[in-house]
């Protein structure tokens, strides 16, 4: 069982068992079971008793007692969770561990419930063609962050059962779950159904009142566009969870965010790596510095030769035309090669630079397996990084990546391959030393010295809320900053609304 450190500890405790579903990967199939987690909190009448005196502050860092004897003042230990606390919502199952439950209606296209093994990180990679440890790698499909984060969350070290101390509320709806399986041929009454029952659940609750939901957040395993339909037509896209009134007072996390909404947030997808300790993260950092890269770039993906609006073609045709560039095709056959982890991490390890376009939607999970590859990536739409992960990412974005326009390249103003060679091995050593922090730890543990994906995120949610909490003592509405909603990218990026090249792509 894991431990818990809210701050104040004491023998006596109140427990909470709370029914936690989890899949059990076996040699023949993936059985659903149920576990209780215990959460341990000091009442107030447990403290007095034990101490004589009430209860300090838990939210204040300064708190001092007086001792009886002396008469003389003394500093309390400083509480860890001072203003990181948070309350978790338990939602009624139907909002996410029923929907686990229906892993197999989840998707069209992929059977799910292989993927929910292993606290949603999915079964076990070995050691396949030696591309990977024997530690700590997953085939995790990319629509499981909803509960990888719900299950780092549990093992939070400031969870509190009393919301009047918490500074977040998490609201562990399974957003992506709930839309995916209704994105095709479905009414969009059955779409925008679990969206408007979690509003009415949500603003029944006392914790809603304190401030009209600003200070809640949800983590969404899908992009934003699967959320924002406009319309009541059934032939339009997706449910309209993000556009409802209630919802753009939380904070939304979310694979790709928009870059016109000031409630999203752009997070990690989860890669293939899950260390369970630090040594496996430097292992793999040590991996990935002497790795023998054959090729100058490589390019992972499948053309799309109906739509000429996107730049994959002629990214294949120069991969095709050079002696530098590992080409993966996508859509090889019926068993596509791109499914196996191992055949996309090993083309990123033999790679110096990584051919990242937009698909059909600005971002790919595979940026991201590259980065973890130590496989500098190459950009072509600002959409794509730069204006998405702002709280993962450095600003300066010629620290990681290489930045080439998409429209030069639509209109054969550039050779990719002459591009790349320009930059020296020690601009390459750099480019890739500052990899930024975007794995997902095993939820099941904790990394001692490393923050990863997880520990960000709550960081920023925190530092939001806290924003929020200063414009009102202040007298400012948090709901209306001094910039046009329109270009919250512009904003959260440079802090202006002055004119900018990438204007257009926006």
């Not at 838990?58 to 509480?79: H, M, W």
């Not at 510095?289 to 996107?310: D, I, K, M, W």
Request: charged share 25%.
């Amino acid at each position: 069982m894991a431990d818990y450190v809210y701050g104040i500890t004491s023998p006596k405790a109140i427990s909470i068992n709370t029914a936690l579903p989890i899949f059990e990967e076996t040699t023949e199939n993936y059985v659903l079971e149920e576990y209780p987690v215990e959460i341990n909190e000091p009442r107030n009448e447990d403290l007095i008793a034990e101490s004589g005196k009430e209860p300090v502050d838990q939210n204040n860092n300064d708190s001092v007692e007086t001792d009886s004897a002396t008469g003389i003042e003394a500093e309390l230990e400083p509480n860890p969770c001072s203003g990181k606390y948070i309350y978790v919502h338990e939602l009624p199952s139907e909002f996410n561990v029923d929907l686990m439950k229906e892993c197999h209606v989840l998707n069209k296209w992929i059977e799910m419930c292989q993927y929910m093994v292993n606290a949603g990180l999915g079964p076990r990679i070995g050691n396949s063609q030696g591309v990977f440890p024997n530690k700590g790698w997953f085939s995790t499909n990319q629509f499981m962050l909803e509960v990888i984060f719900h299950n780092k969350m549990k093992q939070y070290k400031c969870l509190t059962n009393d919301s009047s101390l918490t500074s977040a509320v998490f609201v562990p709806f399974y957003a992506g779950f709930e839309d995916g399986r209704y994105l095709w041929d479905v009414d969009v009454q059955t779409r925008d159904a679990a969206s408007l029952a979690l509003v009415k659940w949500l603003t029944s609750k006392p914790e809603w009142k304190v401030l009209g939901g600003r200070d809640h957040f949800l983590v969404a395993g899908r992009i934003t566009w699967d959320f924002r339909r406009l319309t009541e037509k059934d032939e339009d896209w997706g449910n309209k969870l993000m556009v409802l009134p209630e919802v753009r007072n939380i904070s939304t996390l979310l694979i790709e965010s928009s870059p016109l909404h000031r409630n999203d947030f752009g997070i990690p997808y989860p890669t293939y790596f899950h260390p369970s300790s630090d040594s496996e993260v430097y292992q793999w950092a040590s991996m990935m510095r002497g790795q023998h890269r054959r090729f100058l770039f490589s390019f992972v993906g499948a053309p799309r030769p109906n739509n000429t609006r996107l730049i994959r073609n002629h990214l294949f045709e120069q991969c095709l035309a050079s002696n530098e560039c590992k080409l993966l095709d996508c859509k090889q056959g019926y068993k596509k090669p791109c499914d196996e982890p191992s055949n996309v991490m090993k083309v990123f390890q033999s790679s110096t630079f990584c051919l990242e376009p937009p698909g059909d939607s600005p971002t790919r999970r595979s940026a991201f397996d590259a980065i973890l590859a130590g496989c500098i990536p190459v950009f072509f739409h600002p959409g794509f990084a730069y204006t998405q992960y702002t709280w993962f990412l450095p600003q300066n974005y010629t620290k990681y990546s290489v930045y080439i326009p998409e429209d030069q390249v639509r209109d054969g103003k550039v050779n990719i391959e002459s591009i790349l060679q320009r930059y020296s091995k020690e601009q390459i050593r750099s480019m890739r030393e500052e990899v930024p922090k975007v794995i997902y730890a095993d939820p099941r543990s904790k990394l001692d010295t490393i923050e990863d994906a997880f520990d960000i995120s709550i960081k920023g949610v925190l530092q939001r809320v806290d924003k929020v909490r200063n414009d009102l003592s202040e007298g400012r509405n948090p709901d209306e900053p001094p910039y046009l909603e329109a270009i919250t990218w512009k904003y959260n990026l440079f802090k202006t609304e002055e004119k900018h090249e990438w204007d257009q792509f926006f």
